[in-house]
């Protein structure tokens, strides 16, 4: 059973598009994170919810949003797409806050906007 | 602001060999963790070693060691027996125990390791 799944894990859409990315943990884990990584594999931190409520919230344009509909979910909605979105997203999740149990990461999504 | 740094871009090894990958961060905390992820070209994040800042003891993993200097705020990894599997980039990290639970990276280290 895969601990962190994200889906698609490949996502290819024109500019000004609407998509959104998926994910899912079944580890029982309390916090979930998204996390961008770019051309140049800086991996940094977008969102963060903690119980379906949202903690983090670092300086992302707000045609991005995340969804938790539930503590095992957080989907990432981006819409009006721009070139510059093209990157790896990744989704993460860890059992507490501050890492004691460390972090568990999906596979990523490679999105490309062309 | 938390900062992790990573000073070398990139780095090789013979296959056999033993390499060691720098990593320094900053932070006014009392209560973090350190991590190194490998990230191979299949771009899945791996987790190799984790450190509590807490323990004094060094933390191992068959192969893989720190060297957790914490007044220096240090934090380097040893590879030792080098294999072609661990070509990957090796990215290091931090958390804290306060109100940001997140990791925070640094820029990576991309290893080659030649047969």
């Known amino acids: 059973d895969t601990a962190v799944s994200q889906t698609p894990k490949y996502l290819v859409t024109q500019m000004g598009n609407d998509k959104s990315i998926k994910c899912e943990q079944n580890?029982?884990?309390?916090?979930m994170y998204w996390y961008k990584q770019d051309s140049k594999k800086f991996l940094k931190i977008m969102f963060s919810?903690?119980?379906?409520?949202?903690?983090i919230n670092e300086t992302v344009p707000n045609r991005f949003s995340p969804k938790s509909p539930d503590k095992a979910h957080l989907n990432l909605h981006i819409n009006s797409l721009e070139l510059g979105d093209s990157a790896v997203y990744f989704c993460?999740?860890?059992?507490?806050?501050?890492?004691?149990?460390?972090?568990?990461f999906g596979s990523g999504t490679r999105l490309t906007v062309v | 602001a938390q900062t992790v740094t990573q000073s070398q871009p990139e780095m090789s090894v013979q296959e056999a060999e033993t390499v060691t990958l720098s990593c320094t961060y900053d932070?006014?905390?009392?209560?973090?963790?350190l991590f190194w992820y490998k990230q191979p070209p299949s771009r899945q994040m791996i987790l190799v070693i984790r450190?509590?800042?807490?323990?004094?003891q060094n933390a191992t993993e068959n192969r893989f060691s720190v060297n957790f200097q914490k007044a220096a705020k240090s934090f380097s990894l040893k590879i030792s027996d080098s294999q072609l599997g661990d070509t990957a980039m090796y990215f290091c990290?931090?958390?804290?125990?306060?109100?940001?639970?997140?990791?925070?990276f640094g820029k990576g280290t991309k290893l080659s390791v030649k047969p």
């Open positions: 993460a999740s860890s059992q507490d806050w501050g890492g004691r149990s460390g972090y568990t």
């Open positions: 580890l029982g884990h309390d916090t």
């Open positions: 919810y903690n119980n379906k409520e949202l903690i």
């Open positions: 932070t006014s905390e009392n209560n973090y963790y």
């Open positions: 450190q509590e800042a807490y323990k004094q």
């Open positions: 990290a931090s958390a804290y125990g306060g109100s940001q639970g997140n990791l925070i």
